[in-house]
């Protein structure tokens, strides 16, 4: 798999930190330097803030992904899970897509899995929630809110009616209040072309443990949100925990209890529990200890970033401050450790990473927004304006940038696609239903067999 004369550097998850990681240490490493390896279970980098914006139909899914092998020629990819790390023995097992698990071995790590949803163990929350990280729950989510729509247009039941139209989303950080406010957004444009749904029928709910939204922008940014998301007929429960789920029946702390077909679970996020998995040191939360220069704590040749990383943050005055999870540090990181990685290899110096978090934007639907960027607060549609400007500045590569562009200039002419294609949910359904045997005649049941004494 690899040169024995070249050093052999592995990278560990092809999200942020590994894609721009990878990126990096393409354009820095001379030819033949070393050889570096991606692993991913998927084939592209997915640009997470963007998810809300493609749940919406604002954008095209594909555009919010960025293809790994499209944008590392000189990478090699592969697409499986890492399950084990021993890093005494310099090794990871693999275990690919498809076919039986194998060991790799390499001379660097760069362990970057990211996060997974931090979840409860809430009754039935397995069994009916969603979360909203990846592309497929965004393209998932699109589909069921318009099917609800489609259900509700379709049936005078008042509970079945109330059911698909209520709609419930715990954790009131940006992933969450972008999603739900981009999916009410396009649900009540939407329902303008549905006889008999009304913009007042559905029921939109935001539920959030602490006393508020937002805890990236300032707390009066916060409160705006929450004002801006009421006057939509949104319901932000603050200080709520949801308490149970089962068979999609909600019960929250505050004693109500509701129907509601969609429950979308946003409330944080924790290490990728495959760092656990690890001769690795870890901190009381399962981060990576990382160091400044983003070398894992107390061993050689091992670094990480991101989200499954506890990083020094040099910024910030108070002793033991860590970077927060978020893309911003993410690329950031990702491109300091790319240099560090070829300055040790090179017998030179790694440098500290520092960076100061400039802030947050949000889009809370098409021409709304909230924005808090280098102490500049902005609402409404300056703040929209400059997320959008944001983002599109920052998604990876020319080719996205155009394509994104694209579809929001298109949106401008054209009303928003309304079709829940919820046949891509389950492709194969109507061809097993056609390809079953048919089942054989049924043939009449025969009499009873007569008893001895009928005889
Ligand atoms: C909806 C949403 C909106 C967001 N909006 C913003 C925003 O506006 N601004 C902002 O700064 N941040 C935002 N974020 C956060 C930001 O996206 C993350 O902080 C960032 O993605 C972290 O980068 P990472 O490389 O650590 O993890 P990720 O980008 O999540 O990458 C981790 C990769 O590791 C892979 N992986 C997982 N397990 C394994 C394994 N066992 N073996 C190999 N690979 C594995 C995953 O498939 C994934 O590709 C948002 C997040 C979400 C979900």
Same mark, same amino acid.
């Given at each position: 798999m690899t040169g024995p004369e070249r050093p052999h550097i592995l990278i560990v998850g092809g999200g942020y930190v590994g894609m721009y990681t990878a990126l990096r240490l393409q354009q820095k @490493? &001379? &030819?033949?330097e070393a050889t570096v390896t991606v692993i991913d279970p998927l084939s592209y980098m997915t640009y997470q803030p963007f998810l809300p914006e493609a749940a919406a139909g604002n954008l095209e899914p594909r555009h919010v992904v960025v293809p790994l092998r499209r944008l590392l020629p000189r990478t090699q990819v592969l697409n499986g899970r890492v399950t084990k790390i021993e890093h005494s023995r310099r090794t990871v097992t693999f275990m690919p897509n498809a076919g039986d698990p194998f060991e790799i071995s390499y001379d660097t790590i760069v362990v970057a899995p990211g996060s997974i949803a931090r979840t @409860? /163990?809430? !009754?039935?929350l397995a069994e009916v929630g969603i979360g909203f990280k990846t592309v497929g729950e965004a393209i998932f989510l699109r589909n069921h809110v318009l099917a609800k729509l489609d259900i509700a247009a379709s049936t005078s039941e008042q509970s079945v009616r109330r059911r698909a139209l209520t709609f419930v989303f715990v954790g009131g950080g940006y992933a969450g209040v972008e999603a739900l406010a981009e999916l009410e957004d396009m649900a009540r444009d939407a329902s303008k072309s549905y006889d008999g749904v009304e913009p007042s029928d559905m029921r939109w709910v935001l539920v959030e443990a602490s006393d508020r939204i937002l805890p990236e922008v300032s707390a009066d940014l916060g409160r705006y949100t929450v004002r801006e998301l009421e006057r939509r007929n949104i319901e932000v429960r603050l200080s709520t925990r949801l308490d149970s789920a089962v068979h999609h029946h909600i019960k929250l702390s505050d004693g109500e209890e509701f129907d509601a077909d969609t429950l979308v679970w946003t409330a944080g996020v924790k290490p990728n529990p495959v760092v656990e998995d690890t001769d690795l040191p870890l901190d009381e939360k399962g981060r990576l200890k990382g160091t400044a220069t983003l070398r894992i704590e107390g061993v050689d040749d091992a670094w990480t970033a991101g989200d499954s990383a506890a990083i !020094?943050? @040099?910024? =910030? =005055?108070? /002793?033991g401050a860590l970077t927060g999870p978020s893309a911003q540090h993410a690329v950031r990181q990702a491109k300091h450790l790319g240099d560090n990685i070829v300055a040790a290899m090179r017998g030179g110096t790694p440098t500290d990473y520092v960076h100061a978090y400039a802030g947050s934007v949000a889009s809370l639907g098409l021409h709304k927004g909230v924005a808090q960027v280098y102490g500049i607060k902005l609402r409404g549609w300056p703040a929209w304006f400059m997320h959008r400007t944001y983002h599109v500045s920052r998604v990876p590569t020319f080719n996205r940038k155009v394509r994104v562009l694209a579809d929001w200039t298109l949106a401008l002419f054209f009303k928003r696609e309304i079709v829940s294609l919820g046949a891509i949910q389950n492709p194969r359904e109507e061809f097993e239903q056609a390809a079953r045997p048919a089942l054989p005649p049924q043939e009449p049941a025969a009499p009873p067999a007569p008893s001895a004494t009928e005889a």
């Open positions: @490493l &001379r &030819r033949g @409860l /163990p809430i !009754p039935g !020094p943050d @040099l910024s =910030k =005055k108070e /002793p």
